[in-house]
């Protein structure tokens, strides 16, 4: 017996944050000590502040301390562990608390979050099969194997359970198609090829709680009559993929995977593919070739995967997310008690990845209709160093920017819809004023042309007519009739694309004309980009009156582009500067302004 | 090279679906895809070699060339770019002397731009093999580069 579990983050975050470094100080300071047996040591998953990393939380205590360093293990040992005191000086600190805090309920970025999907991670070891089939594990297995697998449909759809991947299609109707499909041989696939460049949840799971996926997989399976699996994981998660080997071996003894599971007759076997980057490969159908060892192009729709997938044979393909939250509905009861969260539309809860220009920036799972404010101001904490927030991206490259003024938005399926954007994935990127709208259309319109596959001839050619009309407005160049040919592009665009990417590729560029119309008139009428983000459309000029000569923008200057001398005002050399903008950030005093190229006295706009 | 590519391919059945996985069996033992890997792995399985060429061109993580000894990932993740993952870039570029998806000259670096490494918080972020350097200001570029290769 232990006498008291220490989680350490082991997730990617907090990883880079120097979590393998903490845990190598701790287990030589208990060494030290002679004290090493009576502690459990686990790198477990994430508990989604990865902004205050790396983090640590010791069991039964519930203590949660943060922003550790090598050096603070020594105090961590003598003083909590053997001396039974909370160490204060490591607890969460924060504008948005008054006391230290000591636990997730104390914590602000906790308070209004609620845990379905992410319930164990950063509570079990995940590489642990007895810890979760402690908190529950494989009981809903145990239970979908005695119902019929139409009832098992019915109960998922009857939840109200959406596909967490995008497009929102309800799950339950979803397997009761390839439960009727006729065959013997169908398979249930995992898309785990998260492809949003800024989210991560999915990786967050695999990494935390792996059998709640292969759970997940065999009770689709067992309801779409399917006898094996496929995970296709991006080769980019190497964590995730060597936890999911190990929970494979691990439900392989334990007689939940192979043949005959927990006596019922029912057989499955599990694959692991790994994905080789490209991000079309998230749409079902591109998936599928790309298992089937080609390249991966989409293809049109019907035949759906439910009749014709992969090899051939009728497919049920399910993201993640989606899969991580069947376990808790097929369990006793669980369906009642998941319906119980959310919107009418959109039941349970979502998980999303805040980051950008937020103060918090981490993994939130909150209840479906959450509104925007309570992510970005309660759990988020506001916008990094006060700034003002302009918009919040969702969904990715697929998705839309929602402005400041729909701040009220509840994130739910249908409503994000109507604003413009898409749940997608959940990626949450914050802008603050220092955001310019042009170049973050042109970011994800540059990305998605990139990634077009390059069959159908309206996603490759118009994506491509599109980011250059863009790269002309971010220099300067762009002539009024431009946001009239993007807005009938985008609409062709969207209409008549193949697949879900060209579909959905232009909704960054429509809704930033939608809601910043003014910033693209600004810069194609005065060749002004007043967030500072567009390098030929704006200067930096340091505020003779006010600076005080501390040299603070001098030293951070990566060019040297920055004269003065100490206690005078210095001056930026417009043929020197990069426009890198290390200068605006580093100065304390908001000396460093925006201006338009050219105009010295014209300051701020 | 040849040794290598028969190494990384003994485990393989030589099932049309295999030649991905084959693809990157190859290229962990080798660092890349030579022209040879290719021809054996279309041998093996009895298919065209313009057929695996193809699926290998398709999909970002292969490369068709020797690389640097150390890949610097650059991550142009949504996240890191809004908070000036480009800028971090440039300076890399400048520091180098060679343009994003180059390698350089004495094939110490190779340098590269990702979408997301999962590390948003420490937006923006490099990435060194396994280490991870976050919250960079353009100015850390030459630092970056030290601490990858102490001969810099
Ligand atoms: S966007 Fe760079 S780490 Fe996620």
Redesign the interface.
């Known amino acids: 017996m232990y006498e008291k579990h220490i989680m350490i983050c082991g997730a990617t975050g907090c990883l880079s944050s120097g979590s393998n470094q903490i845990a190598e100080a701790l287990k030589e300071e208990l060494e030290k000590q002679g004290i090493k047996d009576k502690y459990r040591l686990v790198m477990g998953g994430c508990p989604g502040f990865c902004e205050v990393g790396p983090i640590i939380v010791i069991y039964p205590d519930e203590v949660f301390y943060c922003r550790l360093k090598t050096k603070d293990m020594a105090e961590l040992v003598e003083q909590h562990l053997i001396g039974g005191e909370i160490v204060e000086r490591l607890l969460y600190k924060g504008p948005d608390v008054e006391a230290p805090a000591r636990f997730y309920d104390t914590i602000p970025f906790y308070s209004k979050q609620k845990f379905n999907v992410l319930r164990n991670s950063g509570i079990i070891d995940p590489e642990s099969i007895d810890e979760y089939i402690m908190r529950g594990g494989y009981r809903a297995l145990k239970r979908a194997l005695q119902m019929d697998p139409q009832a098992i449909c019915d109960e998922v759809k009857d939840a109200g359970l959406r596909g967490r991947g995008g497009a929102g299609f309800p799950t339950g109707l979803k397997w009761g198609f390839t439960n009727k499909a006729p065959g013997d041989k169908k398979y249930i696939v995992c898309n785990a090829d998260e492809g949003d460049p800024g989210a991560f949840m999915d990786r967050s799971i695999l990494e935390g709680d792996p059998h709640a996926i292969l759970e997940g997989m065999l009770i689709a399976g067992r309801a779409c009559g399917a006898d094996e699996g496929y995970i296709y994981c991006r080769a980019e998660y190497p964590l995730a993929i060597r936890r999911l080997k190990t929970a494979i071996q691990q439900a392989e003894e334990y007689g939940l995977l192979g043949t005959n599971i927990l006596d019922s007759g029912f057989n499955f076997k599990m694959n692991i593919k790994e994905g080789a980057g490209a991000f079309v490969c998230g749409e079902e159908t591109a998936l599928l070739a790309s298992i089937e060892g080609k390249r991966g192009m989409p293809r049109p729709r019907p035949p759906f995967p439910a009749q014709v997938g992969v090899f051939g044979k009728p497919t049920t393909i399910n993201n993640v997310e989606t899969l991580a939250n069947i376990p808790l509905i097929v369990r006793e009861g669980g369906a009642e008690e998941f319906k119980k969260v959310g919107t009418e539309g959109s039941k349970g809860t979502k998980v999303f990845a805040l980051a950008g220009k937020v103060r918090n920036t981490g993994l939130v799972e909150g209840p479906m209709g959450i509104t925007i404010e309570e992510i970005i101001f309660d759990v988020g904490g506001g916008i990094q160093g006060g700034r003002e927030f302009k918009a919040v991206q969702a969904g990715g490259p697929s998705g839309g920017c929602i402005p400041q003024d729909l701040i009220n938005l509840p994130i739910d399926y249908d409503s994000l819809t109507k604003a413009g954007a898409i749940m997608g994935s959940g990626g949450l990127v914050v802008m603050d004023d220092r955001t310019c709208m042009v170049d973050l259309a042109k970011y994800f319109l540059s990305f998605t042309q990139k990634e077009s596959c390059g069959k159908c001839t309206p996603c490759r050619e118009g994506t491509k007519r599109m980011l250059e009309i863009l790269e002309r407005i971010s220099e300067g160049e762009g002539i009024p009739e431009d946001l009239d040919t993007l807005d009938s592009l985008a609409h062709s665009i969207k209409d008549s694309s193949l697949c879900g990417l060209g579909q959905t590729c232009p909704n960054p560029v429509l809704t930033t004309i939608r809601y910043f119309r003014h910033e693209y008139e600004e810069h194609i009428n005065e060749n002004y980009c007043r967030s500072g983000i567009c390098k030929p459309l704006f200067q930096y000029v340091i505020d003779q009156e006010n600076c005080n000569g501390c040299r603070a923008c001098v030293r951070v200057c990566p060019v040297d582009a920055i004269e003065g001398e100490k206690k005078e005002p210095h001056e930026i050399d417009q043929e020197l500067c990069t426009r890198c903008g290390s200068c605006i950030e580093k100065c304390r005093f908001d000396c460093i302004m925006i201006t338009r190229v050219g105009s010295e006295a014209d300051v701020g706009n | 090279m040849q040794e290598q590519t028969s190494k990384a391919l003994s485990n393989f059945e030589g099932?049309?679906?295999?030649?991905?996985?084959m693809?990157?069996a190859v290229q962990d033992e080798t660092g890349y895809l030579p022209e040879e890997a290719i021809r054996d792995i279309a041998d093996l399985i009895g298919i065209p070699e313009s057929k695996v060429y193809?699926?290998a061109t398709?999909?970002?993580?292969?490369y068709f060339s020797p690389r640097g000894k150390h890949s610097i990932k650059v991550c142009?993740?949504?996240?890191?770019?809004?908070?000036?993952g480009m800028?971090v870039m440039?300076?890399l570029e400048?520091e180098l002397g060679i343009k994003a998806g180059e390698t350089t000259a004495d094939f110490k670096f190779n340098l590269e731009r990702?979408?997301?490494?999962?590390?948003?918080?420490?937006?923006p972020?490099v990435m060194v093999g396994d280490n991870?350097f976050?919250r960079l200001?353009?100015?850390q570029?030459k630092e970056v580069l030290e601490k990858s290769d102490p001969e810099v």
């Open positions: 099932k049309p679906n295999e030649v991905i996985p693809l990157q193809g699926t398709f999909y970002s993580q292969f142009l993740g949504t996240a890191c770019h809004v908070r000036g800028q440039d300076a400048r990702v979408n997301c490494v999962g590390s948003c918080a420490l937006a972020v991870v976050g200001v353009p100015k570029a």
